[in-house]
């Protein structure tokens, strides 16, 4: 079966610009996370979604992030302007609410680099 | 408001010492308790998981931990470690309601001389 899938790896970008980050979760899963990994602050809850429907994004850091799931196949994070310190690895993750104790099923992540 | 707690940072130990990190979570409710593994360079793996029951959980490679519920402690343990078990490791803990929010520890980097 396949599993959390991320998209791009990586990103190489100028500070200002748009950045678009994807995920498909585990086809069934009905809660999805993003999270955002650094050295100085560790694993991060960005915004978490059950059912396509953002149930907490008090995680995301300010105006520029944005987070959609506009099915359950499907969901992006937007950080728009992009700022060198938002230069992290993001990852997704997935789960089936209810059926794993919400046991999350992580992407390999995108790891993004601002300039 | 839910958060966890990782006491060591950074651990080295030889290859066959004995493993244990700690974790301390808070949090009013009933929880669900896990152990997150992050190779080098890889994304994370589960290790182990607490719902219910045994206080004493097995996972995969030799892992074992501990639910001390007195204590709001999930102490992760192995008897013998291997240079292989050189990685990061994450205590994580969920509340059983509102979609399962999953917070997570600091982390705790592991290096495993040989």
């Known amino acids: 079966d396949a599993g959390v899938i991320q998209s791009p790896r990586h990103e190489v970008t100028e500070m200002g610009q748009e950045v678009t980050l994807r995920c498909k979760p585990i086809?069934?899963?009905?809660?999805l996370f993003w999270y955002r990994q650094t050295m100085m602050r560790g694993l991060e809850l960005l915004i978490y979604?059950?059912?396509?429907?953002?149930?907490?994004d008090s995680g995301m850091p300010e105006d520029r992030f944005s987070a959609k799931m506009p099915n359950a196949s499907f969901s992006t994070l937007k950080i728009q302007p992009s700022e060198p310190r938002d230069s992290a690895v993001y990852f997704c993750?997935?789960?089936?609410?209810?059926?794993?104790?919400?046991?999350?099923?992580f992407g390999e992540g995108s790891r993004l680099t601002v300039l | 408001a839910q958060s966890v707690s990782q006491h060591n940072h950074h651990v080295i130990l030889s290859e066959a010492a004995s493993l244990e990190l700690g974790c301390n979570y808070s949090?009013?409710?009933?929880?669900?308790l896990f152990w997150y593994v992050q190779y080098p360079g890889q994304h994370l793996q589960l290790l182990l998981k607490?719902?219910?029951?045994?206080?004493l959980v097995k996972g995969i490679k030799g892992f074992e931990a501990e639910f001390i519920k007195s204590k709001f402690s999930f102490n992760l343990r192995k008897p013998s470690v291997q240079w292989s078990d050189t990685a990061e490791y994450f205590c994580?803990?969920?509340?059983?309601?509102?979609?399962?929010?999953?917070?997570f520890g600091a982390g705790t980097r592991l290096f495993v001389k040989a």
């Open positions: 993750a997935s789960t089936l609410a209810g059926e794993y104790g919400g046991e999350l099923f």
């Open positions: 086809s069934g899963h009905n809660s």
């Open positions: 949090y009013g409710g009933t929880v669900n």
């Open positions: 979604f059950n059912n396509n429907v953002p149930i907490d």
């Open positions: 607490y719902f219910s029951g045994d206080p």
């Open positions: 994580a803990v969920n509340a059983r309601t509102g979609g399962f929010k999953t917070i």
